[in-house]
């Protein structure tokens, strides 16, 4: 997630007597991003490996310019828990309790995580948002984390088995998506897990059902990288598909049938 670019990026806090720093033991040096740990790791361990075939995916899906000068993303991997949520409670006091962070300032795109169980999904994620953070001047908070949603998945189609469930179950409880509600949160603490998994769907739906709608998603792309206050994504969005709401609807329930609804994980 991104906060205020009001934020400064210090290497160490000191909380009480103990010194919490982040990782810098180690580094591993790739095109566009750097790995720093304490602990050792491989230049071609799959998790690097995995790094660089995200940013190919996301690059390629949403047609992103490769630049060689585009800023870089620092990835921090801490070797515990512990170790990680030292750092950030005296680095960031008052953040949310959360597995990873990505945190953008004027001086660094930089991505927080530990090792653990879920750090592919979690590093999956936070990467996506410094690769869309890394040569666009904004991008609206609900399509940050639709996007990262998306490419969070490890298999192809970007398709989240406990959302569609999560979303079927809300429908058939009268719920219906509002994207000009999605486009009006601007501080992630506004927004609750539904709106990720709705974001995740909006995205989903522009990237695999509506005619055209990809070529949609990709100009308001392109436009984020040269202008940071755009107009809002509904104008163009009810210009070319006014029953969009209904489309997503109707996308959602197509993939329950499709098979996709596995349960949730």
């Keep these: ?31 566009h991003f750097t790995v720093m740990t304490n602990f050792r790791l491989k230049n071609k361990h799959p998790l690097i490996t995995e790094l660089e075939e ?5 690059t390629e899906t949403l047609d ?10 620092s990835v ?20 949310p309790r959360r597995r990873a962070y990505f945190i953008g300032t004027p001086g660094e795109l930089a991505v927080y995580t530990f090792w653990g169980d879920r750090i592919r999904e979690d590093l999956r994620h936070e990467f996506t948002h410094g690769i869309l953070h890394a040569g666009s001047k904004n991008v609206p908070l609900w399509l940050d984390e639709g996007l990262a949603e998306y490419f969070e998945v490890t298999h ?47 995205v989903h739906l522009m990237l695999h059902d509506v005619p055209q709608g990809r070529e949609l998603l990709l100009s308001y792309l392109a436009e984020l990288r040269t202008s940071a206050h755009p107009a809002p994504f509904t104008d163009r969005l009810d210009a070319k598909f006014p029953g969009a709401t ?8 197509s993939l329950q049938s499709n098979g996709h609804w596995v349960g949730a994980k």
């Design 156 to 202: 192809a189609g970007g398709t989240n088995d406990e959302y569609v469930e999560r979303l079927t179950t809300a429908i058939n409880n009268g719920w219906r998506p509002d994207i000009r509600r999605l486009e009006r949160l601007e501080e992630v603490g506004q927004m609750q897990r539904a709106d990720y998994q709705e974001a995740w769907a909006w």
């Design 246 to 253: 209904t489309r997503l609807l109707d996308h959602i329930a």
């Design 64 to 73: 992103l310019p490769v630049d060689q000068h585009q800023e870089q993303v």
């Design 76 to 95: 921090y991997i801490f070797s515990s828990e512990l170790e990680y949520h030292q750092y950030l409670q005296a680095t960031y006091p008052g953040l």
């Design 1 to 31: 997630m991104l906060l205020g670019a009001a934020l400064l990026l210090t290497g160490c806090r000191s909380t009480g007597q103990q010194l919490v720093s982040r990782p810098a033991r180690h580094t591993i040096q790739a095109d």
């Design 54 to 58: 995200v940013r190919k995916q996301v």
